[in-house]
């Protein structure tokens, strides 16, 4: 017999992954944001010798899906067909957390309601009837603080004891919907995993999802006149359906609620929500954003990881790490053009392990413990509603302040988690800039670390490389057709975050990072050696030096160019080496470090906007930043020498 | 200004609807030994000649009446709390005590409401038209509260149902407390036990009762503007 599916649903932040993790004893990424989950997490799970498959869903708020995240959710539920759902929600907003409850018992699903974050309704006061609750709903309901494991005993209890629940109804609506959602259920023949009064409903909406999946089992005749009666209705009722739907469900939820919750006066204004208000006023707010900038990402992405961390890696490697393999290597390899595959100039462990180790390795990671400690604080959605307006004007919103504040660490990550952007225009814009504009933090890290020696230099910088972000979104925002952005965010309540959850979510970014990124530093290798010992290599890089020439580079930048396309980091991490050996200029570095900002997006991204956006745009995209890069570069050249910086 | 009777405005109403709403070639084959009717062509309101059968007079005159009546719908709806299979009723009664510049007011008073509870459109009036909106106003949207009010949610004013979705998502819907915190950059509100940030366009849609008397913002929203150049 096949394992019991659990699937695990709710709206983001209300700790789903955290459940996940604690039934699993794994970790998934936790975070005090919407759109961490955007992979589907599955593991396996025993509980008293049974075996169950449990799935994590990204966040959903209802069975109608907003956003590409919230039908990716759905499509879950509908595909899989679990055998148990846990429901998550926050006990401090039940009524919220029921109106999804309703709507998932409508649809006939197994259910179990878990109330997390007991210790903040605690905390303001609530008090919930759990007894009354289940008897109301008819399936079982479980208090938990999974930060704290709490609750999770009787949790593991009740997806073993879980009753195999039936079709509930709970909404009675108007006669003419109630005429046309029994018409519409006498036509659905086939068997799907909702029950036949919830599809109804779902079919009355605009839905298009749905309606292909019923169109594809339903004889032709029969999804006609599901078409017919939906279109009845709506000559009958003037609002759209599912605000109908929405209305009461609120009604049913609210009245339950208030049947069940005993509110003791809540607390005036505490520590945290003040802290949490000020945020959101101007004059604290940015003065904050600055002040996360300046000491979150320049002082300790660069200066400390890139600067101190990198510093003493790098030396330590040579010293010691290098000579080591080297000497092995001798021992063991008496070909000298195999030998150099591992520890040559581009030798697998010379170059490609010592760059992964020790300069990308301290520079992501100290960017990922800042970014997760953004996080899990309730920082990052007050920074959207902080930049929002100012996004608007790149056609973005306050809620792409995460994919691209994330692209400063990783873009090809960024990219992935660009899904949480309601509208395809968005995910195209930021898509787009991330690829030109955003550097990674490697990049980042490196180019503060080799700039920072002239103050003018990392402002210049900073300046082309804002303006072209910037500018390049004005512009994306005029000629791309579709509506423009609007923009809504839940702010959670500033959390103290916990020092033991940054370090976990930490170390499972940094761990995707390096799956995805060690593989390309030793085929970069790989790819290098071969083409050393076919002269392919030296042909790339005479080819390469030409444009180099056009904006003003010598010509051995060029196989830093080369690496770049590999990895952004990799290329950066090349200009890195370079410059400590003192060859190259400050007008040759800055324009560099410009053109490799800018320059195609690595591999990887490419191939992360490949599988995100499509061949078509993707490579529309990579043709333009080739050559949109060179130019910025040449203009920037020229400029400086008219100046006269050598 | 003459008056008509209920039953002409009736008519002259539902030819509105049928000429500018649906479109479509109007009938009164049904009508024809309605007194009502004869009355109208004499005072100039339907002409049998023409396609629409309302002349400009008419035309003009049965959009007020249409008004009137959407009017009386969202006044019933949102202030009175009246349900809905009663609204309609209770409405057609309703719209014909709103003469001679009441309907304005009650416009004014809803805040110049762009729809109906239905969805339907409500046609401008006068007072739309300048938009000067009095401090009196019970019904605003969020966009004009100032940091502080509260208000009790009363209806949603979009036709978007993207829009409409996003806002469900967050659970605005009527009925709903929700505390207004800040309007820059971000509208920042309360509502239950979270909190949520919108941009202006969003919170241009959502209709709040004042909850307490006290000030907010008259101009909506333009201070700010004139107060960031």
């Given at each position: ?42 593991t ?27 039908r ?23 009524e ?15 259910l179990i ?24 709903l008819?399936i079982?309901v ?40 029994g018409a ?13 009064r919830?599809?109804?409903?779902l079919?009355?909406?605009?839905d ?28 009958k ?29 809540k ?9 949490g ?12 954003l ?9 002082k300790?992405?660069?200066v ?12 330590a490697?040579?010293?010691y ?15 000298e ?23 990308v ?6 960017f ?7 996080e ?9 509603a ?7 004007k ?7 302040v ?12 960024a990219?992935m988690?660009?899904?949480?952007l309601?509208?395809?225009?968005e995910?195209?814009i ?20 080799v ?17 072209v ?7 994306l ?85 080369l ?7 990799y290329?950066?991490a090349g ?51 080739l050559?949109?890069?060179f ?16 | ?10 008519i002259?109403e539902?030819?509105?609807v ?8 109007p009938d009164i ?34 959009e007020?009446c ?12 949102d202030?009175?709390?009246v ?27 809803l ?32 966009k ?18 993207q829009t409409?979705?996003r806002?469900?998502s ?7 407390q ?9 509208f ?10 919108i ?5 241009e ?25």
């Open positions: 017999m096949e394992n019991k599916k659990i699937a695990i649903v709710g709206p983001p932040n209300v700790g789903k992954s955290s459940i996940f993790n604690n039934l699993s004893g794994t970790y998934v990424t936790v975070s005090n944001y919407p759109g961490t989950t955007v992979e589907i997490f599955k396996h799970i025993k509980l008293k010798g049974k075996d169950y498959q449990l799935i994590d869903t990204p966040g959903m708020y209802s069975l109608w899906p907003l956003s590409e995240e919230e990716v959710a759905r499509w879950i539920l509908l595909k899989s067909s679990p055998d148990v759902i846990l429901q998550i929600g926050e006990a401090k907003n039940l919220k957390t029921l109106m999804f409850t309703l709507q998932l018992l409508e649809a006939g699903c197994p309601l878990v109330l997390n974050i007991m210790d903040e309704a605690k905390d303001e006061g609530i008090h919930i009837d759990i007894h009354q609750l289940e008897n109301i008819g079982p479980v208090e938990t603080v999974s930060v704290r494991n709490i609750g999770i005993g009787k949790l593991k209890e009740a997806i073993i004891n879980a009753p195999a629940t039936t079709e509930a109804t709970f909404l009675q609506y108007s006669r003419s919907i109630e005429e046309a959602i519409i259920a006498s036509y659905i023949k086939a068997q799907y995993t909702i029950a036949k919830a599809l109804s409903v079919l009355l909406g605009e298009p999802e749905i309606q292909n999946i019923v169109r594809a089992r339903e004889e032709r005749q029969d999804f006609e006149k599901i078409v017919q009666a939906k279109e009845q209705l709506k000559r009722i003037s609002q759209p359906l599912e605000y109908v739907v929405n209305v009461a469900l609120q009604e049913k939820a609210q009245d339950i609620a208030q049947r069940v919750t005993k509110s003791k006066k607390k005036e204004r505490n520590f945290s929500r003040l802290l208000d000020l945020t959101l006023k101007p004059l604290v707010g940015i003065p904050l600055a002040f996360f900038l300046y000491f979150g990402i320049y300790l992405v660069g400390f990881g890139a600067g101190v961390c990198v510093d003493f890696l790098e030396g490697f040579e010293k790490v290098s000579p080591f393999f080297v000497f092995i290597f001798q021992k063991i390899i008496p070909f053009f195999i030998r150099n595959l591992f520890v040559g100039e581009y030798g697998i462990i010379t170059l490609g392990i010592r760059y992964a180790v020790a300069i390795l301290p520079i992501v990671g100290i990922f413990f800042v970014f997760s400690f953004a899990d604080t309730g920082y990052l959605p007050r920074m959207g902080m930049l929002d307006r100012l996004f608007k790149i056609g973005l919103s306050g809620r792409a995460i994919p691209i504040v994330l692209g400063l660490g990783c873009d090809t990550m990219t988690v660009t899904r949480i309601p509208t395809r225009r995910r195209i930021a898509t787009f800039l991330l690829s030109l504009s955003v550097p990674c933090s490697a990049q980042l890290g490196v180019i503060m670390a700039l920072s020696q002239k103050g003018w230099a990392l402002a210049i910088w900073f300046l082309v490389i804002s303006s972000f910037a500018f390049s979104g004005f512009i925002n005029r000629i791309l057709k579709g509506k423009k952005p609007s923009f809504h965010i839940e702010l959670p309540p500033l959390r103290m975050p916990r020092m033991s959850n940054i370090c976990i979510k930490t170390y499972s970014r940094l761990k995707w990072y390096f799956k995805e990124v060690l593989p390309l530093f030793i085929w970069a290798s790989v790819f290098i050696w071969v083409g050393q010992i076919t002269k392919l290599f030296d042909i790339v890089i005479a080819a390469l030096a030409y444009p180099l020439r056009g904006v003003g580079l010598p010509d051995y930048l060029a196989k830093v160019f690496f770049g396309f590999f990895r952004r980091d290329g950066a200009l890195y080496d370079l410059n400590k050996q003192g060859l190259l200029s400050m007008r040759e570095v800055l324009v560099a470090a410009v053109i490799l900002t800018l320059f195609l997006p690595c591999i990887a991204q490419f191939l992360m906007n490949l599988k995100e956006r499509g061949m078509k745009l993707s490579i529309g995209i990579a043709l333009f930043i050559f949109f890069s130019s910025v570069g040449f203009v920037l050249n020229n400029i400086l020498l008219i100046v006269g910086i050598p | 200004m003459e008056r008509l009777t209920d039953k002409e405005e009736e002259l539902s030819l509105w049928e000429v500018e709403e649906s479109a479509k070639t084959g049904v009508l024809r030994d309605e007194p009502a009717l004869e009355d109208l062509i004499e005072k100039g309101f339907i002409d049998r000649q023409k396609e629409k059968l309302l002349t400009e007079k008419g035309l003009k005159e049965a007020r249409v008004r009137r009546h959407r009017l009386a719908e969202r006044l019933l709806a202030i009175l709390y349900k809905d299979p009663l609204i309609h009723e209770a409405s057609c009664k309703f719209e014909h005590g709103l003469h001679h510049g009441l309907e304005d007011n009650i416009c004014t008073l805040g110049h409401p762009r729809t109906c509870p239905h969805g339907k459109p409500i046609p401008e009036g006068e007072c739309c038209k300048k938009f000067e909106k009095i401090p009196q106003r019970l019904i605003v949207s969020l004009e509260l100032v940091p502080g009010n509260t208000g009790k949610i009363s209806y949603i004013n979009t036709q978007d149902t409409l979705k806002l469900i967050m659970g605005i819907l009527p009925g709903n929700i505390k207004l915190l800040h309007r820059f950059p971000s920042v509100f309360e509502m239950g036990n979270s909190n949520f940030a941009d202006k366009d969003l919170a849609n959502i209709y709040v009762l004042l909850l307490q008397t006290g000030p907010f913002n008259k101009k909506g929203g333009k201070r700010w503007r004139h107060g960031l150049k």
